[in-house]
């Protein structure tokens, strides 16, 4: 009896922390704006890759949340040649001090060609 028990808490822990439904998807809290950018090759390409990756859990399009809100670093890198590579480079290896205290986990796993399109996705995302 006592094993059943533990069994039923462990699987209820579990079940409590995978996130569920409430988790929400690139496309839930994208706004309008990107609906014209949805032909763009470089927005589908970082689109497909950060839904596939950890990026959504520190960033949202226009707010703040642990990280900067992705407009505001298109806005800040817009127009600057060095953006994609300086941005792709901050993805890979991570970074502090930009933003706030709270350092970017690099995300080593990304080719270089991978962090360069979620740069281009990112700053697509200027107003």
């Given at each position: 009896m006592k094993?059943?028990?533990i069994?039923?808490s462990?699987l ?5 922390c995978?996130?569920?439904?409430d988790k929400k998807t690139?496309?839930e ?10 032909d763009?090759p470089?927005?589908?390409?970082g689109?497909?890759i950060t ?8 960033h949202?399009?226009d707010?703040?949340?642990?990280g900067?809100a992705?407009?505001d670093?298109a806005?800040?890198?817009a127009g600057?040649d060095?953006a994609?590579?300086?941005l792709a ?16 986990a690099?995300?080593s796993t ?6 360069e399109a979620v740069a ?8």
């Open positions: 094993k059943t028990f069994i039923i462990v209820a822990i579990l079940a409590a995978s996130g569920g439904g690139e496309t809290t994208v706004p309008a704006k990107t609906e014209e950018l949805s763009n470089d927005y589908q390409k689109l497909e839904a596939k990756s950890d990026c959504f859990t520190c949202k399009i707010e703040k949340n642990i900067p992705w407009r670093v806005n800040k890198y600057q060095t994609i590579k300086y480079h901050k993805i890979i290896v991570g970074g502090a001090g930009v933003w706030g205290e709270v350092p970017m690099p995300h990304f080719t270089q060609e991978d962090a281009k996705y990112v700053l697509l995302l200027k107003k």
